[in-house]
């Protein structure tokens, strides 16, 4: 049976056919998809996104440095605090998974951790957008966000 489908789908040998067969070469790069190339001309590339503009020029600058100095503020989480000798000291999960313990003054990849309190965490962050009118904003980390703050 699978014989007689085998047949079925084999056209019968025509002239036209045989003579197709004698140029395979120029069937073949008709039939290749042609690559398309975007020339901006001054333009922006409309395959970035508008959003993500100035996180994403801070990737393209080298090879990221490993530990906390390669992970940025939207890349961390505050999982806990610790009083040690009148000040607090946080404890920091990144998006490797590792758990970092940090001070305030430590630097992450494009901010500085700025303060530290029983329940939250502030970060000095280095905001690389041109267009933007601030180039630091603060961001604040909470211990145990509720379902609002989310």
């Not at 489908?5 to 290749?32: F, I, K, N, R």
């Not at 393209?60 to 040690?84: D, Q, W, Y």
């Not at 630097?107 to 700025?114: F, H, K, S």
């Amino acid at each position: 049976m699978g014989a007689l489908l085998h047949a079925q789908a084999v056209p019968p040998a025509t002239p036209a056919a045989a003579a197709g067969a004698a140029a395979p070469a120029d069937a073949g790069s008709a039939l290749e998809p042609q690559g398309y190339t975007y020339n901006p001309e001054g333009r922006r590339d409309p395959f970035v996104s508008l959003l993500r503009r100035g996180a994403d020029s801070r990737s393209s600058a080298g090879p990221k440095m490993s530990g906390l100095a390669g992970l940025g503020t939207a890349e961390v989480s505050l999982r806990g605090v610790l009083a040690s000798e009148g000040r607090y000291l946080g404890i920091l999960q990144g998006v490797d998974s590792k758990n970092y313990i940090v001070r305030v003054g430590d630097r992450l990849a494009d901010g500085t951790i700025r303060a530290i309190s029983r329940d939250s965490m502030v970060i000095l962050q280095q905001v690389n957008d041109p267009l933007s009118l601030e180039k630091q904003r603060e961001v604040r980390k909470l211990l145990r966000q509720t379902e609002e703050a989310k």
